[in-house]
Nanobody, 118 residues
């Protein structure tokens, strides 16, 4: 089993910055991809950003140019630097890891709350 531990959420004013971290531990298989999703109003999880083991990166449209994802492969940790935060960025952010090789399993963190005030 892979455990994901998130940190870095909190309250910030619009225009401010926050940095989220997610550290993965446990498991016997390689981590193919790690990323962040935000929970939407109907409890769906919407992509914020993800990064692969080859450092291929994908961002959700709403955060392009404002958020930056990076990783420390040696520590199985992914970071999300969030700048120019907007009130609509408010929500619970979940760390995700896709683990395996031929078959990928999904693992999720417990979620961290980001609140952006106006």
């Amino acid at each position: 089993q892979v455990q994901l531990v998130e940190s870095g959420g909190g309250l910030v004013q619009a225009g401010g910055s926050l940095r989220l971290s997610c550290a993965a531990s446990g498991g016997r298989f390689p981590i193919e991809r790690m990323g962040w999703y935000r929970q939407g109003p109907e409890n769906e999880r919407v992509l914020v950003a993800h990064i692969t083991s080859n450092n291929d990166i994908n961002y959700g449209d709403s955060v392009k140019g404002r958020f930056t994802i990076s990783r420390d492969g040696a520590k199985n940790t992914v970071f999300l630097q969030m700048n120019s935060l907007k009130t609509e960025d408010t929500g619970v952010y979940f760390c995700n890891a896709k683990v395996g090789s031929m078959v990928l399993w999904d693992y999720w963190g417990q979620g961290t709350l980001v609140t952006v005030s106006s």
